[in-house]
């Protein structure tokens, strides 16, 4: 309860008394996404298969005659790195 009043209290403090907190216009932040945007030839990966089975995975490459691409993590996915 403690700790929960503690971080509201820095919270608020910062947002108070930080001068760079400052809302943007919708046009710069469009301007702003348009700059991240991926393009068309950038979201090529999209059109591949994408399977999480391994087995299904093998299958599909034989039927289709493909190579299989295979990425495996271990451990949590959204640890940090």
């Known amino acids: 309860m403690q700790a929960t009043f503690i971080s509201i209290a820095v919270v608020v403090t910062l947002l108070v008394t930080s001068p760079n907190v400052v809302a ?4 710069e932040l469009k301007k702003k996404a348009h ?4 393009t068309a030839a950038e979201m090529n990966f ?4 994408w399977v999480t089975d ?15 691409f295979l990425y ?5 996915p959204l640890d940090d790195c």
């Open 54 to 68: 391994v087995f299904e995975g093998f299958k599909l490459a034989r039927d289709e005659q493909r190579p299989v």
């Open 24 to 27: 943007e216009k919708p046009s």
């Open 46 to 49: 999209i059109r591949i298969p």
């Open 72 to 76: 495996m993590i271990t451990g949590d």
């Open 35 to 38: 700059a991240v945007r991926a």
